[in-house]
């Protein structure tokens, strides 16, 4: 069936320094839209970034991702870490004409430390 | 604009205690999503609703959950007769159509069940 993962349980990270939160996928969509969601502590999910397109980054409140099909993922990455973007985050995937039916990731808690 | 509200804010109930849940969700938003976020784990999908239609509730346990959205603004999700495996946090979320980009989520209601 249809599955995202994210390896990682709890990413710490030290203010300024890079992020990376890992996100694979298998499907058998044919045409598929990408997500990352963030939710911070005692808040509604809300999406960060939405991609569709293999191979084109996509950018958003310093975060970046690139969906790449061939090796199935859809990494997370910020050049520089901000004590603000400690939060759950989500990787979640759906079909391109249903993106409210989404398959979400187990979630990675990133935590950053001053 | 207000954005998906859900009540109650919490739900503490023994086992085999009946429960329900309401969600109200952005004006105007024909398209209804409530998921299951069990503890450390990604939002389930379990049922959703194209105004007062079920769409899709292949996810939902039937025989001890229920959601309707009578008149196509509104929503309850039921349950019967809870399990502590229903321990969980339940969300609604909306968008503007089916085929809409951006899907918005309520806070949620956490249930737990002794």
């Known amino acids: 069936g249809d599955s995202v993962t994210q390896t990682e349980g709890l990413v710490t990270v030290t203010e300024g320094l890079p992020v990376k939160l890992n996100c694979t996928y298998q499907?058998?969509?044919?045409?598929?839209?990408f997500f990352w969601y963030v939710q911070y502590l005692n808040e509604a999910p809300q999406v960060l970034l939405k991609?569709?397109?293999?191979?084109k980054r996509t950018e958003h409140q310093g975060f970046h991702a690139t969906l790449h099909k061939s090796s199935s993922s859809f990494h997370l990455q910020k050049s520089s870490a901000q004590l603000s973007d400690s939060a759950l985050y989500y990787c979640a995937l759906s079909e391109s004409y249903n993106q409210g039916k989404l398959i979400f990731g187990q979630g990675t808690k990133l935590s950053i430390k001053p | 604009e207000a954005g998906v509200t859900q009540s109650p804010r919490y739900a503490v109930l023994q086992e085999g205690q009946a429960v329900s849940f309401w969600c109200d969700p952005i004006s105007g938003h024909d398209t209804l999503y409530w998921y299951q976020q069990p503890r450390d784990q990604g939002p389930q999908l379990l049922v959703y609703f194209r105004d007062e239609a079920v769409i899709d509730n292949s996810q939902l346990p039937s025989d001890r959950f229920s959601a309707v959205r009578p008149k196509g603004t509104n929503s309850t999700l039921k349950i019967q007769s809870a399990k502590q495996g229903d321990t969980a946090t339940y969300l609604c979320?909306?968008?503007?159509?089916?085929?809409?980009?951006?899907?918005?989520f309520g806070s949620g209601t956490r249930l737990t069940v002794l």
């Open positions: 979320a909306s968008s503007f159509s089916v085929s809409a980009e951006t899907l918005y």
């Open positions: 499907t058998t969509y044919l045409t598929i839209a």
């Open positions: 991609s569709s397109t293999d191979n």
